[in-house]
């Protein structure tokens, strides 16, 4: 919805650009009529129609941002959101965010604790077909209306060892089941972790890539609004065609837009990498500003 906002910034400045544009061939129109200047004109008037169909569309796109926002939020959907404050990027080289990572991951965790059970779980299979020994003991308690010789206290307890002697190999298939089992935990646990630290360096090779896309765009929209005002000023004194003007202004749109959608994007790929480090919504990391 953010990026839909500033889609329709852009293409509201766009608009009032070429109405500009042709405010001003309308006047060259008027007072030196010719074919060169009638066509400026009619280039002009479709520039105007083409800016406000772009107009359109982002509106229509931040329509559709907007619901999806009430959608998932439950907020009205006329509701004004501002720009919230830029996210930094958390510190650390790739090293240490993998690390990170596999200490923070939820469900690396959990493979671990699954890992660990089934470990634990060959000692208990194995342990169940050793001889075993067991302790019992009770009290028991009879009284009855009339009394009998049999109404007393009696207190027993024993001492009960079990041998197995013969099993058919049930101890060596169960047993080499659950260390079967041990195994596909510590490969899933093992592949998981690779999984993270590709996820890790996938995520943090994109957010490098939106920095410097991030940093082109800004230097790329400083020059086109320059050379757009430069233009503009020529052609207004008659030295440049309305084909350097309209170069100009389409440059410098796509340039706008370029920096609203790295902008934004750029925002995402920090989320995604937090993600990626199990840090989402928690602050206790240090970030680096790259700004």
Do not use: C
């Amino acid at each position: 919805m953010l990026k839909a906002q500033k889609f329709v910034e852009v293409s509201k400045n766009s608009l009032a650009r070429m109405e500009r544009h042709k405010k001003v061939t309308e006047r060259e129109a008027k007072t030196r009529k010719s074919k060169m200047n009638v066509s400026a004109l009619l280039r002009a008037n479709t520039l105007v129609n083409q800016a406000r169909i772009a107009l359109v569309r982002a509106e229509d796109g931040l329509k559709i941002a907007r619901q999806k926002l009430s959608l998932l939020t439950k907020l009205p959907e006329d509701l004004s959101v501002a720009d919230p404050q830029l996210l930094t990027a958390p510190a650390g080289a790739l090293e240490t965010l993998r690390q990170t990572a596999v200490q923070n991951r939820a469900d690396y965790e959990s493979a671990k604790f699954n890992q660990q059970a089934a470990g634990e779980f060959v000692t208990i299979t194995r342990g169940a077909h050793y001889p075993q020994m067991f302790a019992e003991g009770g009290v028991r308690y009879q009284d009855s209306q009339p009394q009998t010789g049999l109404d007393a206290t009696t207190y027993y307890a024993g001492v009960r060892l079990q041998i197995p002697i013969f099993e058919g190999g049930l101890m060596k298939a169960e047993v080499a089941e659950a260390k079967s089992r041990q195994r596909q935990a510590e490969l899933a646990s093992a592949l998981l972790k690779r999984i993270i630290e590709s996820e890790v360096h996938e995520a943090l090779t994109n957010l490098q890539t939106f920095d410097v896309v991030l940093e082109t765009a800004r230097l790329q929209v400083g020059d086109a609004k320059k050379n757009f005002d430069t233009v503009e000023s020529l052609f207004s004194e008659g030295l440049v065609s309305s084909l350097s003007l309209i170069d100009a202004e389409q440059a410098l749109s796509l340039s706008e837009k370029e920096l609203v959608s790295a902008t934004w994007d750029r925002q995402l790929a920090i989320l995604r990498l937090e993600r990626s480090l199990g840090l989402l919504g928690k602050n206790f990391l240090p970030r680096m500003d790259t700004d």
